[in-house]
């Protein structure tokens, strides 16, 4: 009688989010509260994040791309209005310029961070440029303080998207600190995630006071104003809005993640601590790793591939694949999609060669030695293929 076979592995996935018992029960007290919609967790939630990242004011959204949606309407941008952007970031950061009627320009990024930089702004600059949206791309802080400075100078307006970047740093303070106006997601790949939603954040209080109108179809007095009020209230309708409200349930999930940024960022750091250790005698491969002036949260722990690697980026994610791992390809650039084929552009090298040859490995709180080691195991083996094929 044979003996019975091993069973497989569990595949490995690229990312669980950190979610248990207290989330379950915030959520279900919401919901047993009667006030679901957005209300005072809604409240409690954007007074915590912003005194978290350290900016004056906090405005929960339905997501980050109506967060960026927002910022932009804010900044009363429209038709004949070019915004930078860079093309290495998920689509929406390009979108949102095109809900309010702007034309997106692409800049291209530095190869070590993958974000946009003064020089590379400067490069795609005209008479009609009016904003500039730089991307903290995967958690991998920007520079800023340096882009704020010649923003200024240029009379743009900087706005961040910081969809990945909570709990990430500049100089040992939060990115979105001292931001024009910043944008953050907490969809479930993000550190902090309720389910789907975004937030904006600004010290600008009436600007804030505008947003908080605008995700609310406008109106000068929300549903939570006209619920606390003990006499009738006659809203008003100031300006064309949207509905981008945040509900409190997600808001609940999200109070009790915040609480657990700090342990989520320290373990994600000490997993990609240990991917750079196991990665260095890896052939071919160069992990993404802090920039000089802060630190990054790893929402993503990103490799490029050297370009005379034995095996293209996609032939490498179905190695993996084949081995139980589920990876992701890097960052892709919006101006080799089709939404955006026939948009105009100037050379984007960096861009194109970080969107071709870089993918995403697993990384999430709960992962294992044993899970790390298959991962790089896989990929020694597609670095070294003659040692592998024996």
């Known amino acids: 009688m044979s003996a019975p076979a091993e069973a497989a592995p569990a595949r490995v996935p690229v990312m669980i989010p950190w979610l248990g018992e207290e989330e379950a029960q915030a959520a279900a007290d919401a919901v047993l509260s009667g006030w679901v919609a957005q209300g005072p967790r809604v409240a409690a939630f954007e007074a ?76 795609v600059r005209t008479g009609r440029t009016k904003a500039v949206l730089v991307v903290h791309q995967g958690g991998v802080p920007a520079d800023v303080h340096t882009l704020r400075d010649r923003c200024a100078d240029w009379g743009l307006a900087l706005v ?54 605008l995700r609310e179809h406008g109106m000068n ?8 009020s003990s006499t009738p209230v006659l809203e008003s309708y100031l300006e064309v809005g949207f509905n981008y409200r945040m509900t409190d349930i ?38 993404v790793r802090d920039p000089a002036y802060g630190q990054g949260n790893f929402q993503s722990y990103w490799v490029l591939l050297a370009e005379d690697f034995p095996v293209g980026r996609d032939a490498l994610l179905a190695v993996l694949s084949d081995a139980g791992i589920s990876a992701r390809r890097g960052i892709m650039a919006a101006h080799l999609e089709p939404a955006y084929r026939g948009h105009p552009h100037g050379p984007l090298p960096v861009t194109e060669r970080i969107s071709r040859d870089s993918l995403i490995l697993p990384l999430f709180h709960t992962m294992t030695e044993e899970q790390q080691d298959r991962v790089v195991a896989a990929l020694s083996g597609a670095a070294r293929p003659s040692v592998a094929g024996g």
């Open 48 to 123: 915590a994040f912003a005194e978290r990242v350290g900016a004056g004011h906090g405005i929960a959204v339905s997501s980050c791309t109506t967060a960026l949606h927002l910022a932009l309407v804010a900044l009363d941008l429209g038709p004949g209005d070019e915004v930078i952007v860079p093309s290495l970031s998920f689509i929406a950061t390009a979108n949102a310029v095109r809900y309010v009627g702007a034309q997106p320009v692409f800049a291209d990024v530095e190869p070590d961070t993958g974000n946009l930089t003064v020089a590379t702004v400067d490069a």
């Open 160 to 213: 961040e998207d910081a969809a990945c970047a909570i709990g990430s740093t500049i100089g040992g303070k939060s990115v979105g600190q001292g931001a024009l106006l910043a944008a953050w997601s907490f969809h479930p790949r993000k550190v902090v995630t309720t389910g789907e939603g975004g937030m904006i954040t600004t010290d600008d209080a009436a600007r804030a006071e505008r947003l908080r109108r």
């Open 221 to 228: 007095a929300s549903a939570a104003q006209r619920h606390a």
């Open 250 to 287: 997600q808001a609940a999930v999200g109070l009790v993640q915040l609480g657990k940024l700090d342990a989520m960022v320290a373990r994600r750091r000490v997993l990609a601590a240990r991917y750079d250790e196991l990665l260095r005698d890896v052939p071919g491969l160069s992990p």
